[in-house]
């Protein structure tokens, strides 16, 4: 096996620079081989021209580097990628009878045919390998050349995060010795406050942890000798906030865990969210296990007609309130039978908001067997954020109850 220090991305095509394509590929690839040991040390992206490309695969190409390309490898006239790692290391392309068999094969699978165009994709730098694309049609390629190993995948997430693991053993990269790291996963806790909070725990057991935020959620990796014990002291001091200790488990996941040890069903009930729960909840393989269904109800007239609100609750509180949202979850769990249900009623934004109640203003409620949850939050950011920072909390909320 090589003996690999470091990796670097180059990601190709026009579409990323220009603004109509989003590139979630670097952080899955970095999050990867980090826990490899072999982290990402630099990252570039270049526009669908041979030339660039050339010059990025030279610069990115040193001794015991893994370089993965990605984009840029489909069978029109302007993926131009794997041409120009051939170019960029003197090498010619040729047709490989083993790629060949694996664009046939996906072809066939897809009723797509065999036009000759799609063999373009079955045409590799010589002495490199190709890697069997379970996700798409283009095979990954795989070339070593002394102490350094590139890898070219498609650009489409869902392909090259299938391929990366094939392509990563087929390079002989393997991982490393490494420092530990955990993770602490919250819910419903501010990256300032949970930083202050931790600092004087963190000076104590001499750790630097990082925080890393997402709407309603902040991840914390923690490195260092005594991480364990920073853990375990943090585990104790945020409580029910901490909902995992695994970086790759989902709040939603780890709910699901939690009512199937029940044996329970949830619901949910939505109103600005309008259904972003239901589709966190459902991401979850299996997850119709232990999910029913859920109500959006946008209007006033949904929520009395199908939710059964009081009128006199919604004219005294308004659509936003606790009143509201515990009525909502409540209606909910009449509607569908269910054992526990969570609500989310607010103000996402722009426009909207009142004195009282400003953009941001979320209620949510949280209904088990074992009791209820009602709070209000004030969410900042814009109007995408203020809905995902809601379906955390009022997940996070339910995940109080039953943990």
């Known amino acids: 096996m090589a003996d690999y220090r470091e990796s670097a991305l180059l990601i190709v095509g026009d579409e990323l620079l220009s603004g109509r394509t989003r590139d979630v590929n670097l952080q899955k690839f970095s999050n990867t081989l980090a826990e490899m040991g072999i982290p990402v040390v630099e990252a570039r992206v270049v526009r669908d021209v041979s030339e660039e490309i050339i010059a990025s695969v030279k610069d990115l190409s040193l001794p015991k580097r893994v370089l993965l390309v990605t984009g840029g490898m489909g069978p029109t006239d302007d993926d131009l990628t794997v041409s120009a790692v051939a170019r960029a290391f003197d090498l010619e392309l040729h047709r490989s009878n083993v790629a060949e068999g694996m664009v046939r094969s996906r072809q066939k699978l897809y009723g797509l045919g065999f036009p000759e165009s799609a063999f373009k994709q079955a045409d590799i730098p010589r002495g490199a390998i190709p890697v069997m694309n379970s996700a798409g049609i283009a095979p990954g390629i795989v070339l070593k050349k002394d102490s350094i190993a590139v890898i070219c995948m498609p650009g489409v997430p869902s392909?090259?995060?299938?391929?990366?693991?094939?392509?990563?053993?087929?390079?002989?990269v393997v991982p490393v010795c490494r420092e530990e790291v955990h993770f602490i996963r919250t819910w419903g806790l501010k990256e300032n406050a949970l930083f202050d909070q931790l600092r004087e725990t963190a000076q104590a057991f001499n750790v630097v942890p990082a925080f890393l935020p997402s709407p309603g959620r902040v991840d914390i990796k923690v490195r260092g000798a005594r991480a364990a014990e920073f853990t375990s002291v943090v585990l104790n001091s945020l409580g029910k906030h901490v909902y995992s200790l695994h970086r790759d488990e989902t709040l939603e996941e780890v709910l699901g865990k939690k009512l199937m040890e029940r044996g329970w069903t949830m619901a949910s009930a939505e109103s600005c969210t309008g259904g972003m729960t239901g589709m966190e909840v459902t991401s979850v393989p299996g997850a119709s296990n232990w999910y029913l269904g859920g109500v959006v109800s946008y209007s006033n007239q949904l929520k009395k007609g199908l939710l059964g609100v009081k009128a006199s609750t919604l004219a005294e509180f308004g659509a936003?309130?606790?009143?509201?949202?515990?009525?909502?979850?409540?209606?909910?769990?009449?509607?569908?039978?269910?054992?526990?249900?969570?609500?989310?009623?607010?103000?996402?934004?722009?426009?909207?908001?009142?004195?009282?109640?400003?953009?941001?203003?979320v209620w949510t409620a949280a209904v088990s067997p074992s009791g209820a949850r009602c709070l209000c939050w004030r969410l900042g950011g814009n109007r995408d954020s203020v809905r995902q920072g809601a379906v955390a909390r009022a997940l996070g909320s339910l995940f109080q109850l039953l943990a």
Request: with cysteine; glycine share 18%; net charge negative.
């Open 159 to 172: 392909e090259s995060e299938a391929l990366l693991g094939p392509c990563l053993k087929e390079a002989g």
């Open 320 to 361: 936003v309130s606790k009143e509201t949202a515990l009525e909502m979850a409540q209606g909910v769990l009449y509607l569908t039978g269910a054992d526990c249900a969570v609500s989310v009623t607010g103000i996402a934004g722009p426009d909207g908001g009142t004195p009282g109640k400003p953009v941001g203003t």
